[in-house]
């Protein structure tokens, strides 16, 4: 059975089907004895390589996620011209596979990342028809009215798009006729374009002095889990998270992987011990 080359590598590991995508525009796939264009499709009996290192093309790579607890000042890039540390410097290693980031955070920004081995999985989570959840904790400077609250439920058109929170929630805990000039709310936003929820709040004049993501989809940032740390989600989050976006993945009663995520867990309950961060 043959599909799609940016999917086929996807399944595999090497990246999402986006970033594949663009590696076959830069022409860093060859199919057999050519250069990959998009729209090839291969099988398992074609040789595929990627800046000239073969791909194993018969071997799927097992799909895992951790939820990732990103601190502000890191970079959530594979790479960074400036030298800043990277979100991926924190990452478990991997016998085979890569891990691929479920969208992004800006480097001011922190909270819950998902990564997965995955690449499939990792761009059906992002990709605007699943319309996925995501929720963040965000603190905005200045009185913050009815009218305001309204305008970003109904839209704002920001560049050539529109966008608006699904929903607000008033997180503050305030005395009756008290005052504050910064306030808290938990809102949530079912798109993930660059700096989204920054855009539409600046949009009524308001400036966001402190951001973090707090869920994405079903799947909510664990308190245990603190800056800079990571933990594993289980074998049932994981299909919870693939059939939310309807994929079908092959998944093992991995108790390995169990017992690792229990272990895990329990250490950063216990120790609250930080990964170090550069």
């Known amino acids: 059975m043959d599909e799609k080359l940016q999917k086929f590598l996807a399944n595999r590991g090497y990246g999402s089907r986006r970033q594949v995508e663009q590696w076959i525009s830069d022409g860093r796939v060859r199919l057999n004895n050519s250069v990959a264009k998009i729209g090839d499709r291969v099988s398992i009996n074609d040789s595929i390589f990627l800046d000239n290192k073969k791909v194993r093309s018969r071997e799927l790579v097992e799909t895992h996620i951790i939820v990732y607890n990103k601190p502000e000042g890191l970079v959530s890039t594979t790479k960074d011209t400036r030298g800043r540390p990277l979100v991926f410097d924190n990452l478990p290693p991997l016998k085979r596979g890569k891990w691929i980031s479920v969208g992004r955070l800006d480097i001011n920004t922190s909270g819950l990342m998902l990564f997965t081995t995955n690449g499939e999985l990792a761009n059906r989570l992002m990709h605007p028809k699943y319309s996925i959840d995501r929720k963040y904790l965000v603190r905005v400077y200045g009185k913050?009215?009815?009218?305001?609250?309204?305008?970003?439920?109904?839209?704002?058109?920001?560049?050539?798009?529109?966008s608006r929170f699904k929903n607000i929630e008033y997180?503050?805990?305030?005395?009756?006729?008290?005052?504050?000039?910064?306030?808290?709310?938990?809102?949530?936003?079912?798109?993930?374009?660059?700096?989204?929820v920054r855009s539409l709040w600046e949009s009524q004049g308001f400036e966001v002095s402190r951001l973090k993501r707090i869920s994405y989809g079903p799947v909510i940032l664990p308190s245990f889990?603190?800056?800079?740390?990571?933990s594993y989600l289980s074998e049932k989050e994981v299909a919870q998270l693939a059939n939310?976006?309807?994929?079908?993945?092959?998944?093992?009663?991995?108790?390995?992987?169990?017992k690792k995520s229990q272990r895990n867990e329990?250490?950063?309950?216990?120790?609250?011990?930080?990964?170090?961060v550069r």
């Open 171 to 196: 997180k503050n805990e305030v005395l009756k006729d008290q005052v504050r000039l910064n306030n808290w709310f938990q809102v949530t936003l079912g798109s993930g374009k660059n700096r989204e």
């Open 144 to 162: 913050v009215e009815k009218k305001n609250i309204e305008a970003l439920k109904k839209g704002i058109l920001i560049g050539d798009e529109y």
């Open 244 to 258: 939310l976006v309807n994929l079908n993945i092959a998944l093992r009663n991995d108790l390995t992987l169990q």
């Open 225 to 230: 889990v603190r800056p800079g740390n990571y």
């Open 266 to 276: 329990r250490r950063l309950r216990s120790k609250g011990s930080k990964v170090k």
